[in-house]
């Protein structure tokens, strides 16, 4: 249920569709995950896959096969044992610096939301290969976000509701930073400065699970 609703936060948000990204949350020692082609729209908790942390890799029950990219979300998911929910998109903006090839640098303090002073960008594999996860998860290495080159974006989170929220800020940083590239060179923060940043957000009750809790509101 907690899937089908980020799928329809997604959607309303204008971050993309099932055509374009996929969605998976964990759970004790399994891996929910969208099934392939599914439509946002008609999706059901029975529809979901169930894929194993540990044992046979890419063994998986329930009534449709995940998605072509499920070796993204586990292989993520295996290394990351602090993350639990991850969001794959296309949404506009940041999808079009993935299409660039263009890593977001710390030119907004917005980039402290996910956890490191860039957003890498990952090196280009064909979708659905191995060798696109193992370069997804290298990007991403300890943060909590990272472009696709040619491709997407992806987001991810302790909980599936904070990996949604960090989507709609990245997409909003995405826009800022290529709006910011059109008027000539951003200034960049140093690494420090962004440690800084988080921790104030934090103090000031402005990060990501703040914008949580204004998003329910």
């Known amino acids: ?3 089908i609703a980020s799928a329809a936060t997604i959607v309303a948000a204008g971050l993309g569709g099932p055509l374009g990204g996929d969605i998976s949350a ?10 392939s082609g599914a439509n946002y729209a008609t999706l059901r908790p029975a529809m979901i896959a169930r894929m194993p942390l540990i044992g046979e890799y890419g063994a998986w029950k329930g009534p449709l096969k995940p998605t072509g990219e499920w070796r993204i979300h586990l292989d993520i998911a295996r290394a990351r044992p602090d993350i639990g929910g991850i969001v794959r998109f296309q949404s506009p903006y940041a999808t079009a610096l993935a299409m660039a090839r263009k890593p977001i640098p710390a030119a907004h303090s917005m980039i402290a939301l ?3 002073p860039i957003v890498r960008c990952a090196k280009y594999a064909p979708a659905g290969t191995k060798e696109l996860a193992a370069l997804t998860l290298e990007a991403l290495d300890q943060s909590h976000a990272v472009l696709l080159s040619n491709y997407c974006a992806l987001t991810t989170g302790p909980t599936l509701e904070v990996a949604v929220v960090r989507a709609r800020e990245l997409e909003t940083l995405a826009r800022l930073y290529a709006i910011a590239l059109s008027l000539g060179r951003p200034a960049i923060l140093s690494d420090e400065e962004v440690g800084r940043i988080g921790e104030r957000l934090k103090s000031n009750g402005a990060d990501v699970r703040a914008r949580i809790a204004a998003l329910v509101e």
Do not use: K, Q, V
């Open 26 to 35: 964990r759970l004790d020692d399994s891996l929910l995950i969208t099934p």
């Open 1 to 3: 249920e907690s899937i």
């Open 114 to 116: 996910f956890g490191a």
